[in-house]
C-alpha cells in the first residue's frame, strides 16, 4: 500500500517545526535566566554581589524571581537536551551526555524548590540538601562538555565544536572550582559562581544556535 504523498509531506514539514521550537526555546532560556538574575540583582540593593551565590538570590525580598529563574534553566535545559536528540546522529558519547543533562535539568528544579539560607554561616538541613544537589549538577555539567566534545568530533556537521565544547568544559572546571565552589565560601564566591554560568549559558547558545540552522534538515537526509 503506497502512502498518501501529502501525509509523508505533513510528516517531513512537522519534524523540522518541531525541532526548530525546542532550538528556539534553549536559545531564549538563558536570555530570561540573565534578566530575572539582573533584576533579582538590582532590587537587593544591599546585597554583596561579590560574595552572594546566585542560590542565595531566592532568598528574602523579591527571592521570587530567581526560583523563577531556576525553573527557567530547567525548562532550557530541558528543550536544549530534545534538539541535541533531534539533530545528532546518535553515539554512546551523546547518550551519555544527554542522560547528564536530563539530571542537571532536575537539579535545577529541586535548587528552585528547596532554597538556600541567605547567611553563609547557616547550616540548616535545607541548605545542606540544595548544596548537594547543586554540587552534583556543578560536577555532571562539565562531563557534559566532555562527552558532548567527543560526541560532536564523530558527526562532521558538528565537529567544529568539538574543542570549543572542551574547552567549555575545561572553563567550568576552573569557574567552579568542583564541588568547592559550593562548600567553601569565600568573598569572591559570587562572581565565581556568575563565572561558570555565564560560560555554561554561552555554550547552550551557541549549540542551540547550531541546532536551528540544522533544524530543518531531516535525519534521513543527513
Known sequence: METNPKSRKSLSATTPNKARL???????????FVMLTSVAMLLKRDADFAGRTISQLATGD????????FVSVALTLL????????????????????IMLYIVAVCFLLMAAIPT?????????????????????A???PLVCFFMSKAFSLDPRWKHLS?????????????????????IWWPMSGIQEYLLFLDALIWIEVISIR????????????
Open 22 to 32: 525546542l532550538a528556539v526555546l534553549s536559545i531564549i532560556g538563558p536570555i530570561i
Open 62 to 69: 523579591y527571592g521570587w524571581l530567581e526560583t523563577i529563574a
Open 79 to 98: 528543550a536544549f537536551t530534545m534538539t541535541l536528540k533531534k539533530n545528532h546522529s546518535p553515539n554512546p558519547h551523546l547518550d551519555k551526555g544527554l
Open 117 to 137: 539560607e541567605a547567611s553563609h554561616a547557616i547550616w540548616t538541613t535545607k541548605r545542606v540538601i540544595h548544596v548537594i544537589i547543586g554540587s552534583a549538577a
Open 139 to 141: 560536577i555532571l555539567f
Open 163 to 183: 574543542e570549543y565544547t572542551l574547552i567549555s568544559g575545561l572553563l567550568c572546571v576552573t569557574a567552579g572550582g568542583g564541588i568547592l565552589f559550593m562548600i
Open 211 to 222: 541546532s536551528f540552522k540544522l533544524a530543518g534538515i531531516l535525519p534521513s537526509d543527513h
